[in-house]
């Protein structure tokens, strides 16, 4: 049985040596690979080491491997397909001098000299040693048969002798195991290149012997001293430390070329994005298939921190494309749709960075369109896609209709609306292309015919208007005539509400737009309406001033409640998207809204520019002015509220980029989640998919939710852990199960903590006493379980407090919360509920704090409701709270007694 189990192992190294890549096996994993005990495999394994069937390391945890007699070579194959430096992205940049070099070490005669290529991990070393050698067979310095042999040092470097007897070979005898001669790769590199990666894991000895080999020509095999064998080979090394550091100075002094690769944070913008480009085309050829890729997915993967460089983009994209891969099959489409959804978290932390670097971002990455990546070999070609060229420009005009149709708007209206819209979609469309254009890019998309006939038609309107047209308007114009042939052939309409106003405006370029219309017709065979005419005609006076392509913006009006408010808001906003077309209007607590009204519809009158206006407002009579404005102007206007700083961001950014406000107010509101009363508080990972969260809830809007996340991060410490906390305000149970449900399709909700149970479905709710017990954080989160809360409860929430709360002095606040308390347990006969009183406490120090801010006090919409049953609780509450309101020289109005109310109510008998 003995003798079996021994071959069992020597046939199990050999294996994991061959098809692994193993430099040997500890003894555990043996035993539990073969189903031996330990202690008779560690038997069974000093005997074989004693017999010198095997080798042992010295290292910690010992492993064992059959001697190298019998051990393939572990060197590294060259690439499928020759490399050259002409294919490096950054030949003429970043890796120029890197290039020169290279081409200078292998030139030098007679044989070039030894080199070493110096950089971080995963810069593309041993790619760069392959083009090395590639260029020496391209210039005969080597014949083609010559070998090029990589070996990696680490492999072996827990096992000295090992690597001496792979890099030298070996003599029979040489160390135990050693039973036969074998030759070692330095043979096997013999007039060729022989690379060595990781060359600062080589033992001293080693250096020692390969610069006897770059002296003399000669080594000698391990346990061959006096046998000498010759060689003629060049050396090229790779290492990511310093050599100075690292390696003997007899051996550095003897390689004299060093070259040194940069980082990937040390290359231009530009490189990168082309290595991006690079990247996805080869996924698009490995699938067989067109990848789509959003414009945030390339800003993210341009900026985030690539510790591991170019090695490591390739991977982190390999991994995106493999998530849309999935997401492909089981939708069963034919594309793949790559998102930042597909990515790991560190890739989406890129968008952090975006402010600081988007000047120079935006001029690689433009709008929010998709990139096309196609499996065409020899074209793979970058498309820019946009929502226009994806829907055409009919399309979009259709779903505005349809929207109007769906409103109940009159047909009369919706064609006196669509007659001022159709402008704005025009430039919209026109803005959207390049300001250059590739006419084999173009070609992917039109067929050249239609291209050269416009090019032709161009060029005679140019004479005859005596105007030279845009690359833009020859782009747009290109798919604009190649859609509405597809559209005329289907039979399917045309209608411009504004073709009456567009003849009249422009009676030279619609005679043109008409002869060319009829030319269209004739080679085609179709009957082009004068609504299309029409269309064409508006293509050629876009151009008719250059201020038509730079056309107004929609001008964003944020209105909120407060001294500055909204003014801190558009401050921050502007600095930010470096826009002019943002305006505050801060309203004072006690400006009446009729004041308020007129002060707004003059601001936007003053300062309207003709492509409408967005109000971002925060509650109350804000939210009905849009209407009343839109009535009494004129003008477009579109009304969100529940507005935050990052909402006021998104707009400006978005009217940069689609000046129709309908579009860019309907494309927010489907991000649900830019509507929490708490966005401005929560990092920009909210937009990101497969997080886990916990919610903390508050009923009110007094930052009671804030405080809640702020004591869950600080007991959890869930920095350090895949786990955010999002804070909500919302008092409407339907709202909030809506807002939940949108939530749980991009995240994983754990839990619910606050001070009133929502009760939603298959979402577990958590007091916040359970902050404060190491069982209720069990509870929270299984994963989590090591905070220590011996303190009493209520202590530790005022001690949270105190550093929240640093202008009040929190023992005072104590003793009248307690005061406060007692009477209503004594009036009310309320019941000790240590979730509700935490709650409770949370509750009023925040509203303190808000008074004293002078902040407006959120509107209960449930008051008319409880005041017909509770208006005995009520009037407890509002006399027993007298005295707080005397100390803080403060006044809780009916809205804050009734949220009281709310957060006691299931205390009641």
Same mark, same amino acid.
């Given at each position: 049985?003995?003798?079996?189990?021994?071959?069992?192992?020597?046939?199990?190294l050999?294996?994991?040596?061959?098809?692994?890549?193993?430099?040997?096996?500890?003894t555990n994993?043996?035993a539990?690979?073969l189903?031996?005990?330990?202690?008779?495999?560690?038997?069974?394994?000093?005997?074989?080491?004693?017999?010198?069937?095997?080798?042992?390391?010295?290292?910690?945890?010992?492993?064992?491997?059959?001697p190298?007699h019998?051990?393939?070579l572990?060197?590294?194959?060259l690439?499928?397909?020759?490399?050259n430096f002409?294919?490096?992205?950054?030949?003429?940049k970043?890796?120029?001098?890197?290039?020169?070099?290279?081409k200078?070490?292998?030139?030098?005669?007679?044989?070039?000299?030894?080199?070493?290529i110096?950089g971080?991990?995963?810069?593309?070393?041993?790619m760069?040693?392959?083009?090395?050698?590639?260029?020496?067979?391209?210039?005969?310095?080597?014949?083609?048969?010559?070998?090029?042999?990589?070996?990696?040092?680490?492999?072996?470097? *827990?096992?000295?002798?090992?690597l001496?007897?792979?890099?030298?070979?070996?003599?029979?005898?040489?160390?135990t195991?050693?039973?036969?001669?074998?030759?070692?790769i330095?043979?096997?590199?013999?007039?060729?290149?022989?690379?060595?990666?990781?060359?600062?894991?080589?033992?001293?000895?080693?250096?020692?012997m390969?610069?006897?080999?770059?002296?003399?020509?000669?080594?000698?095999?391990?346990?061959?001293?006096?046998?000498?064998?010759t060689?003629?080979?060049?050396?090229?090394?790779?290492?990511?430390?310093d050599?100075?550091q690292?390696l003997?100075?007899?051996?550095?002094?003897?390689?004299?070329?060093?070259?040194?690769?940069?980082?990937?944070?040390?290359?231009?913008?530009?490189e990168?994005?082309?290595?991006?480009?690079?990247?996805?085309?080869t996924?698009?050829?490995?699938?067989?298939?067109?990848?789509?890729?959003?414009?945030n997915?390339?800003?993210?993967?341009?900026?985030?921190?690539?510790?591991?460089?170019v090695?490591?983009l390739k991977?982190?994209?390999?991994?995106?494309c493999?998530?849309?891969?999935?997401?492909?099959?089981?939708?069963?489409?034919?594309?793949l749709?790559v998102?930042?959804?597909?990515?790991?978290?560190?890739?989406?932390?890129?968008?952090?960075?975006?402010?600081k670097e988007?000047?120079i971002?935006?001029c690689?990455?433009?709008?929010?369109?998709?990139?096309?990546?196609?499996?065409?070999?020899?074209?793979?070609?970058?498309?820019?896609?946009?929502?226009?060229?994806?829907?055409?420009?009919?399309?979009?005009i259709?779903?505005?209709?349809?929207?109007?149709?769906?409103?109940?708007?009159?047909? *009369?209206?919706?064609k006196?609306?669509?007659?001022?819209?159709?402008?704005?979609?025009?430039k919209?469309?026109?803005?959207?292309?390049?300001?250059?254009?590739?006419?084999?890019?173009?070609?992917?998309?039109?067929d050249?015919?239609?291209?050269?006939?416009?090019?032709?038609?161009?060029?005679?309107?140019?004479?005859?208007?005596?105007?030279?047209?845009?690359?833009?308007?020859?782009?747009?114009?290109?798919?604009?005539? *190649?859609?509405?042939?597809?559209?005329?052939?289907?039979?399917?309409?045309?209608? *411009?509400?504004?073709?009456g106003?567009?003849?009249?405006k422009?009676?030279?370029?619609?005679?043109?737009?008409?002869?060319?219309?009829?030319?269209? /017709?004739?080679?085609?065979?179709?009957?082009?309406?004068?609504?299309?005419?029409g269309?064409?005609?508006?293509?050629?006076?876009?151009?008719?001033?250059?201020?038509?392509?730079?056309?107004?913006l929609?001008?964003?009006?944020?209105?909120?409640?407060?001294?500055?408010?909204?003014?801190?808001m558009?401050?921050?906003a502007a600095?930010?998207?470096?826009v002019?077309?943002?305006?505050?209007?801060?309203?004072?607590?006690?400006?009446s809204?009729?004041?308020?009204?007129?002060?707004?519809?003059n601001?936007?009158?003053k300062?309207?520019?003709?492509?409408?206006?967005?109000?971002?407002?925060?509650?109350?009579?804000?939210?009905?002015?849009?209407?009343?404005?839109?009535?009494e102007?004129?003008f477009?206007?579109?009304?969100?509220?529940?507005?935050?700083?990052?909402?006021?961001?998104?707009?400006?950014?978005?009217?940069?980029?689609?000046?129709n406000?309908?579009?860019i107010?309907?494309d927010i509101?489907?991000?649900?989640?830019?509507?929490?009363?708490?966005?401005?508080?929560?990092?920009?990972?909210?937009?990101?998919?497969?997080?886990?969260?916990?919610?903390?809830?508050?009923?009110? /809007?007094?930052?009671?939710?804030?405080?809640?996340?702020?004591?869950?991060?600080?007991?959890?410490?869930?920095?350090?852990k895949?786990?955010?906390v999002?804070?909500?305000?919302?008092?409407?149970?339907?709202q909030?199960?809506?807002?939940?449900?949108?939530?749980?399709?991009?995240?994983?909700?754990?839990?619910v903590?606050?001070?009133i149970?929502?009760?939603?479905?298959?979402?577990?709710?958590?007091?916040i006493?359970?902050?404060?017990?190491?069982?209720?954080?069990?509870?929270?989160?299984?994963?989590?379980?090591?905070?220590?809360?011996?303190?009493?409860?209520?202590?530790?929430?005022?001690?949270?407090?105190?550093?929240?709360?640093?202008?009040?002095?929190?023992?005072?606040?104590?003793?009248?919360?307690?005061?406060?308390?007692?009477?209503?347990?004594?009036?009310?006969?309320?019941?000790?509920?240590?979730?509700?009183?935490?709650?409770?406490?949370?509750?009023l120090?925040?509203?303190?704090?808000?008074?004293?801010?002078?902040?407006?006090?959120?509107?209960?919409?449930?008051?008319?409701?409880l005041?017909?049953?509770?208006?005995?609780?009520?009037a407890?509450?509002?006399s027993?709270?007298?005295?707080?309101?005397k100390?803080?020289?403060?006044?809780?109005?009916d809205?804050?007694i009734?949220?009281?109310?709310?957060?006691?109510?299931?205390?009641?008998?």
């Amino acid at each position: 049985m003995g003798r079996k189990n021994e071959v069992l192992i020597i046939e199990y190294l050999e294996k994991s040596a061959e098809k692994q890549g193993k430099t040997g096996c500890s003894t555990n994993e043996i035993a539990a690979a073969l189903g031996i005990k330990r202690s008779n495999i560690s038997a069974l394994l000093n005997s074989l080491h004693k017999s010198g069937k095997l080798i042992k390391s010295i290292s910690r945890p010992v492993l064992y491997a059959v001697p190298p007699h019998t051990i393939s070579l572990p060197t590294e194959t060259l690439s499928e397909e020759p490399l050259n430096f002409n294919m490096l992205i950054g030949k003429n940049k970043s890796l120029q001098k890197c290039i020169q070099r290279a081409k200078a070490a292998i030139l030098y005669p007679p044989r070039g000299l030894h080199t070493i290529i110096l950089g971080p991990t995963g810069v593309g070393k041993t790619m760069f040693a392959e083009m090395m050698y590639h260029f020496s067979i391209e210039n005969n310095i080597f014949p083609s048969s010559a070998p090029f042999i990589a070996f990696n040092c680490a492999d072996y470097a *827990n096992n000295p002798q090992l690597l001496l007897a792979y890099l030298f070979g070996c003599k029979k005898g040489a160390f135990t195991g050693a039973d036969r001669d074998k030759p070692g790769i330095v043979a096997k590199a013999d007039g060729g290149i022989l690379f060595l990666d990781e060359v600062h894991r080589l033992p001293p000895e080693g250096q020692e012997m390969l610069f006897y080999l770059i002296d003399k020509g000669l080594y000698s095999p391990l346990g061959d001293v006096d046998n000498k064998k010759t060689c003629d080979l060049l050396i090229i090394c790779s290492t990511t430390e310093d050599i100075e550091q690292s390696l003997l100075t007899t051996f550095t002094r003897r390689i004299p070329m060093n070259i040194f690769i940069p980082a990937l944070k040390d290359r231009t913008h530009e490189e990168r994005l082309h290595l991006i480009y690079e990247f996805f085309k080869t996924e698009s050829r490995r699938i067989g298939r067109e990848i789509l890729v959003s414009a945030n997915v390339l800003r993210a993967l341009l900026l985030y921190v690539c510790k591991g460089n170019v090695g490591q983009l390739k991977s982190d994209i390999q991994f995106g494309c493999a998530n849309a891969f999935l997401k492909c099959i089981s939708s069963k489409k034919k594309f793949l749709d790559v998102h930042m959804s597909d990515f790991s978290s560190h890739v989406k932390q890129g968008l952090l960075l975006y402010k600081k670097e988007s000047l120079i971002i935006d001029c690689l990455v433009k709008g929010d369109g998709q990139t096309s990546f196609t499996p065409n070999k020899s074209k793979s070609l970058i498309v820019k896609h946009d929502d226009f060229l994806l829907n055409t420009f009919y399309e979009q005009i259709e779903k505005r209709i349809q929207y109007l149709q769906k409103q109940g708007v009159d047909e *009369n209206d919706i064609k006196f609306t669509m007659s001022f819209d159709i402008e704005n979609y025009f430039k919209k469309f026109i803005r959207n292309f390049k300001d250059t254009f590739n006419t084999d890019e173009l070609s992917q998309l039109v067929d050249e015919s239609l291209i050269s006939l416009i090019k032709r038609f161009f060029k005679t309107s140019s004479l005859e208007l005596h105007r030279a047209f845009s690359a833009k308007v020859f782009y747009g114009l290109c798919l604009h005539i *190649n859609s509405s042939i597809e559209r005329i052939k289907q039979s399917k309409p045309i209608i *411009n509400h504004n073709i009456g106003q567009i003849i009249d405006k422009n009676p030279v370029e619609y005679k043109i737009a008409l002869d060319f219309s009829k030319e269209l /017709g004739r080679i085609y065979n179709i009957h082009v309406p004068v609504d299309e005419v029409g269309f064409i005609t508006m293509f050629l006076s876009i151009d008719n001033t250059n201020s038509e392509l730079n056309s107004a913006l929609p001008i964003i009006v944020v209105a909120t409640h407060g001294r500055s408010t909204a003014s801190s808001m558009v401050e921050v906003a502007a600095n930010l998207v470096q826009v002019d077309n943002l305006y505050a209007y801060d309203m004072a607590m006690d400006k009446s809204p009729t004041i308020a009204y007129e002060e707004i519809k003059n601001l936007i009158i003053k300062k309207h520019q003709g492509a409408g206006i967005i109000l971002l407002v925060d509650m109350g009579a804000l939210t009905m002015f849009g209407e009343l404005l839109r009535e009494e102007t004129g003008f477009e206007i579109q009304t969100l509220d529940m507005v935050s700083t990052l909402l006021v961001i998104e707009c400006a950014r978005k009217s940069v980029i689609d000046t129709n406000i309908f579009d860019i107010c309907e494309d927010i509101k489907s991000n649900k989640l830019l509507f929490s009363k708490y966005t401005d508080s929560i990092t920009h990972t909210l937009s990101l998919k497969n997080d886990n969260i916990i919610i903390a809830l508050c009923t009110t /809007g007094e930052g009671s939710a804030l405080k809640i996340k702020t004591l869950l991060e600080d007991k959890l410490h869930l920095d350090e852990k895949n786990i955010q906390v999002l804070p909500m305000s919302i008092n409407d149970k339907n709202q909030l199960t809506s807002k939940i449900n949108s939530l749980s399709k991009q995240k994983n909700i754990i839990a619910v903590v606050g001070s009133i149970n929502p009760k939603l479905y298959n979402i577990p709710f958590f007091s916040i006493a359970e902050i404060f017990n190491e069982y209720g954080l069990q509870n929270i989160i299984a994963a989590i379980s090591k905070i220590k809360t011996n303190s009493d409860a209520y202590e530790q929430v005022f001690a949270a407090m105190q550093s929240e709360f640093q202008e009040m002095d929190i023992n005072h606040y104590r003793n009248i919360f307690f005061d406060f308390l007692n009477k209503l347990q004594k009036k009310l006969n309320m019941h000790n509920d240590s979730d509700v009183t935490i709650g409770l406490i949370m509750h009023l120090i925040c509203a303190i704090s808000r008074m004293h801010r002078q902040e407006a006090s959120p509107t209960c919409i449930y008051k008319n409701h409880l005041e017909e049953q509770y208006s005995f609780e009520f009037a407890i509450i509002k006399s027993s709270i007298e005295k707080m309101e005397k100390f803080y020289q403060i006044s809780f109005s009916d809205d804050e007694i009734w949220y009281i109310f709310q957060i006691i109510e299931n205390t009641l008998s």
